[in-house]
């Protein structure tokens, strides 16, 4: 036997209170243990435990990345979704997350928060903090495309003084010579002694799947 509390009179009206003892009565004849239910329901996690979960227990140990995952979750996760229990989240939340962080901040953005908080339910589940569904799994990226990025002279700096910091003597010589060629990794991969000439300064790139065989056409490194 179990005395449950349904409320406090006025607070809570006759007829709410026969309907939430109805309901309770079904549960019982299920098997189910409302008064169970409703101190684990108080007691779940909300989304700002689990996000400290990730960043302290698998972003830090496994992501160079992990800071810009932190930077996502505090500007954009946290402020929706922070005090919410996890069972509470859902899919059509995070889809008019994804909709305004698409308006405000651009459509690449948005997507890497929802593959974010996706991620991070994953996680939850796979470790047993969350045993109900993940909201984010079914949220459908928007479309990319893809970008050209340059880098700027001061990040060409923050390279060279990496790269002569670098131990391996091959990607400290691989590098360098991608940036002033201008070749695709595997051109560069590719190449053989017999594709240099050392004494005209040229390249001639090999045959890849990227670009067909150009003997023709050599490469100047310059000197």
């Not at 070749?183 to 799947?209: F, H």
């Amino acid at each position: 036997m179990r005395r449950v509390t349904l409320g406090q009179f006025p607070t809570l009206s006759v007829l709410i209170a026969r309907q939430k003892a109805l309901a309770m009565k079904v549960a019982v004849s299920e098997g189910r243990d409302p008064s169970a239910e409703r101190k684990h329901q108080n007691h779940e996690r909300t989304f700002s435990d689990l996000a400290e979960h990730y960043i302290e227990e698998h972003a830090k140990p496994r992501k160079k990345s992990w800071a810009e995952d932190k930077r996502r979750i505090d500007a954009h996760l946290l402020p929706r979704f922070g005090t919410r229990r996890l069972g509470d989240i859902r899919a059509d939340e995070i889809a008019s997350m994804q909709q305004a962080i698409r308006r405000d901040r651009g459509l690449y953005e948005s997507n890497r928060v929802a593959v974010l908080i996706r991620t991070i339910f994953n996680i939850a589940r796979d470790q047993g903090l969350h045993k109900g569904e993940n909201p984010g799994a079914r949220i459908k990226l928007f479309r990319e495309e893809k970008r050209e990025r340059f880098l700027s002279p001061e990040e060409l700096l923050k390279v060279n003084a990496a790269l002569a910091e670098e131990t391996n003597d091959y990607w400290r010589a691989y590098f360098p010579l991608s940036l002033m060629l201008g070749t695709r990794k595997n051109e560069l991969l590719s190449a053989r002694w017999e594709n240099i000439d050392l004494e005209q300064g040229t390249l001639r790139l090999p045959t890849t799947k990227a670009r067909p065989p150009s003997p023709s056409t050599p490469a100047h490194p310059g000197n």
